[in-house]
């Protein structure tokens, strides 16, 4: 269905607005840490802009995400982190959309399937993971009965970690 772009200005506005607001905010916090950090904003033509992001993410040491609204954000939106996760292979610090936390970094889920993208993250974060009080290793691994390919199960790559930590 075809929708004309002025219907879209209010929509585009509001969401223009919520990105000063943080980036205000990132630029604040950043500014006062003694980081490198940077702030990017695109513009997306589709409504997931998980690939966007993903690209973005090629680049960075560390990704920081803020987890969607399940009651409140779209479809779109809900899908970012998930993909995200699954195909940037870097480090990603997941934010939950509401609580308020004291700390955040010292308890780090790794999730592991065996693949090259999940063995990148799991070893570009080495530092973090080194740095943290708690590291707790989640694995899921698709076994085709027929195939030969072996598959690095979690229990290896903890054996592993537990030897450079």
């Known amino acids: ?15 223009l607005e919520q990105a000063l607001k943080i980036r205000a905010l990132f630029e604040k916090v950043t500014a006062g840490e003694g980081i490198s ?17 993903i690209k973005s993410a090629h680049a960075a040491d560390l990704v920081i995400l803020g ?9 779109n939106i809900r899908e970012v982190a998930g993909d ?5 292979g ?27 993208e999940s063995a990148r993250a799991v070893f570009d974060a080495l530092p973090f ?10 694995w899921a691994a698709l076994v085709q009965p027929d195939s030969e390919e072996k598959i690095i199960l979690g229990a290896d790559l903890a054996a592993t970690l537990a030897d450079m930590m």
């Not at 219907?7 to 969401?15: I, M, S, V």
Request: proline residues 6%; contains cysteine.
């Open 90 to 116: 870097r480090p990603v610090l997941l934010v939950p959309y509401s609580g308020t936390f004291a700390e955040i970094g010292y308890h780090i889920l790794v999730g592991w399937n065996g693949s090259w």
């Open 67 to 75: 987890q969607a609204n399940e009651d409140k954000d779209d479809a």
């Open 84 to 88: 995200v996760l699954m195909e940037c």
């Open 37 to 53: 950090a940077e702030w990017r904003q695109e513009e997306s033509e589709l409504p997931n802009i998980s690939q966007n992001v």
């Open 129 to 138: 993971l080194k740095s943290v009080n708690q590291v707790h290793l989640h």
């Open 1 to 15: 269905m075809y929708i004309p772009g002025e219907a879209l200005l209010p929509h585009k506005q509001y969401h």
